[in-house]
Protein backbone atom coordinates (compact mmCIF):
# COMPACT_ATOMS: atom_id res chain seq x y z
CA UNK A 1 0.00 0.00 0.00
CA UNK A 2 1.71 3.07 -1.01
CA UNK A 3 -0.09 5.37 2.41
CA UNK A 4 -0.03 3.59 5.56
CA UNK A 5 -3.00 2.92 7.19
CA UNK A 6 -3.49 4.34 11.06
CA UNK A 7 -5.89 4.78 13.73
CA UNK A 8 -8.36 6.69 13.05
CA UNK A 9 -8.78 6.43 8.85
CA UNK A 10 -12.26 6.34 8.10
CA UNK A 11 -12.83 3.28 6.03
CA UNK A 12 -15.29 3.00 3.02
CA UNK A 13 -16.38 0.61 0.94
CA UNK A 14 -16.01 2.64 -2.35
CA UNK A 15 -14.90 5.66 -3.38
CA UNK A 16 -17.53 8.75 -3.12
CA UNK A 17 -19.83 6.91 -0.86
CA UNK A 18 -20.58 7.58 2.58
CA UNK A 19 -18.07 6.35 5.16
CA UNK A 20 -19.06 2.93 7.38
CA UNK A 21 -16.63 3.07 9.88
CA UNK A 22 -13.15 3.82 11.33
CA UNK A 23 -9.62 2.30 12.10
CA UNK A 24 -9.36 1.79 15.84
CA UNK A 25 -6.23 -0.61 15.60
CA UNK A 26 -3.55 -2.03 13.27
CA UNK A 27 -2.45 -5.38 14.20
CA UNK A 28 0.89 -5.25 11.81
CA UNK A 29 2.15 -8.64 13.34
CA UNK A 30 -1.47 -10.17 12.39
CA UNK A 31 -1.89 -8.03 9.42
CA UNK A 32 -5.02 -7.22 10.21
CA UNK A 33 -7.23 -4.15 10.95
CA UNK A 34 -9.95 -3.59 14.33
CA UNK A 35 -12.76 -1.58 12.53
CA UNK A 36 -15.56 -0.17 14.36
CA UNK A 37 -18.38 0.07 11.75
CA UNK A 38 -20.91 2.42 12.60
CA UNK A 39 -24.29 0.92 14.18
CA UNK A 40 -22.35 -2.56 14.73
CA UNK A 41 -19.07 -2.55 16.43
CA UNK A 42 -15.41 -3.73 16.13
CA UNK A 43 -14.92 -6.54 13.37
CA UNK A 44 -11.22 -7.94 12.37
CA UNK A 45 -10.38 -7.18 9.16
CA UNK A 46 -7.51 -8.45 6.48
CA UNK A 47 -5.34 -6.74 4.80
CA UNK A 48 -5.95 -8.68 2.06
CA UNK A 49 -9.61 -6.80 2.02
CA UNK A 50 -8.14 -3.48 1.81
CA UNK A 51 -8.26 -2.84 -2.06
CA UNK A 52 -6.74 0.62 -1.53
CA UNK A 53 -5.41 3.35 1.01
CA UNK A 54 -5.40 7.19 0.23
CA UNK A 55 -6.01 10.63 1.97
CA UNK A 56 -6.57 8.76 5.12
CA UNK A 57 -9.28 6.73 3.37
CA UNK A 58 -8.77 2.90 3.66
CA UNK A 59 -11.36 1.25 0.82
CA UNK A 60 -12.63 -2.22 1.65
CA UNK A 61 -12.72 -4.69 -2.02
CA UNK A 62 -16.39 -5.99 -0.19
CA UNK A 63 -16.05 -9.69 -1.65
CA UNK A 64 -12.97 -10.62 0.59
CA UNK A 65 -14.90 -9.50 3.32
CA UNK A 66 -16.79 -12.71 5.53
CA UNK A 67 -20.44 -12.91 5.44
CA UNK A 68 -20.75 -11.08 9.03
CA UNK A 69 -18.83 -7.94 8.01
CA UNK A 70 -20.56 -7.55 4.90
CA UNK A 71 -24.08 -8.05 6.88
CA UNK A 72 -23.02 -5.79 9.57
CA UNK A 73 -21.65 -2.93 6.37
CA UNK A 74 -25.38 -3.15 4.95
CA UNK A 75 -26.09 -1.80 8.21
CA UNK A 76 -23.92 1.08 8.96
CA UNK A 77 -26.11 4.08 8.26
CA UNK A 78 -29.58 2.55 9.60
CA UNK A 79 -29.29 4.67 13.05
CA UNK A 80 -28.86 8.17 11.44
CA UNK A 81 -32.53 7.93 10.20
CA UNK A 82 -34.80 6.01 12.05
CA UNK A 83 -37.50 6.08 9.47
CA UNK A 84 -35.40 4.74 6.56
CA UNK A 85 -36.26 1.36 5.23
CA UNK A 86 -34.62 -0.60 2.31
CA UNK A 87 -36.85 -0.54 -0.87
CA UNK A 88 -39.39 -2.95 -0.88
CA UNK A 89 -38.79 -3.12 3.02
CA UNK A 90 -42.58 -1.43 3.73
CA UNK A 91 -41.96 2.11 2.24
CA UNK A 92 -44.52 2.94 0.00
CA UNK A 93 -43.72 3.68 -3.30
CA UNK A 94 -43.97 7.06 -3.59
CA UNK A 95 -41.30 7.22 -0.77
CA UNK A 96 -38.78 5.62 -3.35
Known amino acids: MPERIEVGCMVFVADGELGVGAVRE ?15 GDFLISMEAVRDVHSGKVVLDVARLPGPVREALGHAHEAEDPDYSEPGEGAAEDDL
Open 26 to 40: VRKGSAELLVNIENA
